[in-house]
């Protein structure tokens, strides 16, 4: 097998004839177009003939009227990209013998007829499309395969080519969720979330410059804040320092702000003794606790207050209560039968039955 021999190119030429090379790698961000003469068939890594056969200034076949071509960059910056037409590098490479041209943006360019070229174009930081190429003269098509192939234009022909450029986006979402598994009341549509101080929608994408961005949300009173995260596309947290985070180029970012509501709880134990001082279990105890029957030790969720704890049991008095503080938040105080739980409190209270008779 000979291997391709680039000797006798200049370094432009080198560097052009590698660049069709690696074309052929597809690689990212570059769109390629090969043009017209759909039957034909042709591959660089086996033609070696480019070079040794053709010298570059030496071009042994007929001599034709040229071609011409324009190509039209069309150039999308929905995502604060700030590139215009004229910025797109677009790039035509011709065989046996090869050319390489740099075309400016729609300016009508002679091109060699009778060859085989292919078309790239690409641009930093934008996805580009190419969107196919038309005869001038006719307005048809000119048929074309995506990647790299054959354009083969006739003698006179005006080729249109056309390539969209699309800014890739780097952005942020932000799902905020509030849980209400307890007594809270506030909905997520109620809290406000702020983007570089500037209130956001939640769960839209919203684009972004790269860099370092704050994000902040109100806080709810009585919530705790369970999580506050963000992650890259590819799903890696991202650090927020003190509601700053730092937006990648071309990622796309989800965060999540929730809050839970903090429970104050109610939980009543009920003790029943006989007359000998034993434990017994007796059925027919009824708990209330303002009125609404709770079970016995099964803590309810209650919105912090003063409740009344009643126990009722025929034949048996309640002779003692106590109450504590089973949370290390909020504050539980007893008065006579009625306690108070503050926000976050957990309230474990033990009522003590005997014999009425007893009493
Ligand atoms: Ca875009
Ligand atoms: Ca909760």
Redesign the pocket.
């Known amino acids: 097998m000979r291997t391709p021999s680039f000797i006798s190119f200049s370094p432009a030429i080198k560097a052009a004839l590698l660049g069709l090379l690696f074309a052929l790698l597809a690689p990212a961000g570059i769109a390629a177009a090969g043009l017209g003469n759909p039957g034909a068939n042709h591959s660089v890594g086996n033609d070696s003939a480019v070079g040794e056969d053709s010298p570059v200034g030496e071009d042994s076949s007929p001599t034709l009227e040229p071609a011409y071509i324009t190509i039209a960059n069309r150039v999308n910056n929905n995502n604060l990209g700030t590139a215009t037409k004229a910025d797109p590098v677009t790039t035509i490479e011709t065989g046996e013998p090869f050319t390489f041209m740099v075309l400016e943006d729609r300016t009508k360019t002679e091109w060699p007829a009778g060859r085989q070229s292919a078309i790239f174009s690409s641009l930093d930081g934008y996805d580009t499309k190419f969107k196919g190429c038309t005869d001038t003269a006719t307005g048809e098509s000119v048929s074309a395969s995506v990647f790299f192939g054959l354009i083969v234009a006739e003698p006179g022909q005006h080729i249109r080519c056309v390539f969209a450029h699309n800014d890739i986006a780097t952005q942020i979402r932000i799902a905020n969720r509030v849980?209400?598994?307890?007594n809270?009341t506030v909905t997520a549509a109620d809290v406000a979330v702020a983007l570089d101080g500037h209130e956001i929608a939640p769960k839209q994408w919203i684009s972004v410059e790269p860099g370092a961005h704050s994000l902040s949300f109100d806080q709810l009173d009585g919530?705790?804040v369970t999580k506050f995260t963000c992650r890259s596309s590819n799903g890696d947290a991202l650090a927020i320092n003190a509601g700053i985070i730092d937006i990648p180029e071309g990622e796309r970012v989800r965060c999540v702000i929730a809050q839970?509501?903090?429970?104050t709880r109610v939980r009543v134990a009920v003790v029943v003794r006989d007359a000998s001082n034993q434990l017994i279990t007796p059925s027919g105890v009824e708990i209330s606790v303002d009125g609404v029957e709770f079970a016995d030790r099964k803590s309810q969720s209650v919105a912090p207050g003063e409740y009344d704890i009643d126990v009722q049991l025929d034949g048996f008095s309640v002779t003692k209560v106590r109450c504590t503080n089973g949370s290390d938040r909020g504050a539980v105080a007893l008065d006579g039968d009625s306690v108070s739980v503050t926000e976050g409190a957990v309230a474990r209270c033990r009522v003590v039955l005997r014999p009425s008779y007893n009493s």
């Open positions: 849980f209400n598994n307890a809270g919530y705790d839970n509501d903090i429970p």
